[in-house]
């Protein structure tokens, strides 16, 4: 059973960056997803990269803004974000699929961690 675990959420000003993580326990090929979910509104995809690493999709909102990468020595995702703005204030949400092919689709997605709290202050 693969388990996942996010960390470097916090409180940041507009305009700055923060950078989170997503560290799986086990070592399957898969692809990673991040989601994030604001009150009362449903999860929303944000970017996911392939086992390869050679594909990647982003959400319109964060293209050019957010950066998806993985580390196969640290079995870890990262997600860069840079240039926040309140719009980005969420729970962020990875989520593992068992497949070689990336996927915008929550339900999709075959396992998910606990979530790190994002906010972003004007």
């Known amino acids: 059973q693969v388990q996942l675990v996010e960390s470097g959420g916090g409180l940041v000003q507009a305009g700055d960056s923060l950078r989170l993580s997503c560290a799986a326990s086990g070592r399957t090929f898969t692809s990673i997803g991040w989601f994030r979910q604001a009150p009362g509104k449903e999860r929303e995809f944000v970017a996911a990269?392939?086992?390869?690493?050679?594909?990647?999709d982003y959400a319109d909102s964060v293209k050019g803004r957010f950066t998806i990468s993985r580390d196969y020595a640290k079995n870890t995702v990262y997600l860069q974000m840079n240039s926040l703005n309140p719009e980005d204030t969420a729970v962020y949400y990875c989520g593992l699929r068992r497949s070689t092919v990336i996927s915008r689709l929550p339900a999709t997605y075959d396992a998910w961690g606990q979530g790190t709290q994002v906010t972003v202050s004007s």
């Open positions: 990269i392939s086992w390869s690493g050679r594909d990647t």
